[in-house]
């Protein structure tokens, strides 16, 4: 019997583990170790930061154009682009950037799977992790700018986070356990029914709001961005046979981080 079907779901208590796990919110004063059971809510709390950074940009947006003064999210793209970047992973906690500096360093880190593990697990950064981070942030934010310069699709901007929780949750449901010492192995698990249902409303939500606003252009690219979130984190972790914490957070920077190409070349083309 797996983890999660000795786990009941008990969803408010779930939906504040996962909050507490991916963002600033504090977590429950009774410490444990988190279960799979708190996996499928992790789009949705993608979802939740996306819609809380976003809507402030959308805002200035409206006033601006009310007043007349021209587009001013567009004539500031990059400094608007660079603010909801930091926000975003402020919201966050930096867990993606840690994460993604973990695997680059540990990616060369050792000639076999368990060497590469150890450094993965290390509490230090390279040179190597400081350069993708860095390199991660300068193509988040120049294709932000881009859509914010297009005039277009500035409310895809907040189904951008969702695909990246899509991301470590995929990791957490379909990958094998790296490092049994670590605590949070225990979110690797597969779905019960109630976990499968969690998801597919998140998929339909997804969906039906890219259709809504974008129509078949923006299902299309929710579709992509779903394939991407499922096959980024099974790439990522080939290459320490198995899945750790680490590998689910750089999963979700890198599946945000080519969902934001692809939406930058869609609305330049």
């Known amino acids: 019997m797996s983890q999660l079907q000795k786990t009941p779901m008990r969803p408010i208590s779930d939906i504040h583990e996962a909050l507490a796990l991916l963002t600033i919110i504090p977590g429950p004063k009774a410490k444990t ?11 949705w709390v993608g979802a939740l930061l996306g819609v809380a950074t976003v809507a402030p940009l959308v805002a200035i947006g409206a006033v601006n154009a009310d007043s007349g003064q021209g587009e001013l999210l567009a004539r500031g793209a990059v400094l608007f682009a660079a603010l909801l970047v930091a926000l975003q992973h402020l919201l966050s906690r930096l867990i993606h950037f840690s994460g993604l500096a973990a695997v680059a360093d540990a990616w060369w880190g050792g000639g076999t799977p368990v060497l590469r593990v150890e450094r993965l697990v290390a509490d230090s950064i390279g040179t190597k992790g400081a350069a993708a981070v860095a390199l991660a942030t300068f193509v988040c934010i120049g294709s932000i700018s881009l859509i914010l310069v ?3 699709a500035i409310l895809l901007l907040a189904a951008v986070p969702m695909l990246g929780r899509f991301s470590a949750m995929f990791g957490s449901w379909l990958g094998a356990i790296a490092s049994p010492q670590e605590r949070f192995s225990g ?24 259709f809504h606003f974008y129509d078949r252009s923006g299902l299309m690219w ?6 991407i979130a499922l096959t980024v984190p099974h790439q990522l972790a080939e290459r320490f046979r198995g899945v750790t914490r680490e590998v689910t957070n750089a999963s979700s920077l890198v599946t945000e981080m080519i969902c934001l190409v692809i939406a930058a070349i869609w609305l330049s083309w």
């Open 33 to 43: 170790a988190p279960t799979p059971a708190i996996t499928p809510w992790f789009p």
């Open 222 to 227: 929710a579709a992509a961005g779903l394939f």
């Open 150 to 152: 297009s005039g277009q």
């Open 187 to 210: 979110l690797i698990g597969r779905p019960n029914a109630i976990g499968l249902l969690i998801f597919a409303l998140a998929v339909v939500a997804l969906g039906y709001g890219m």
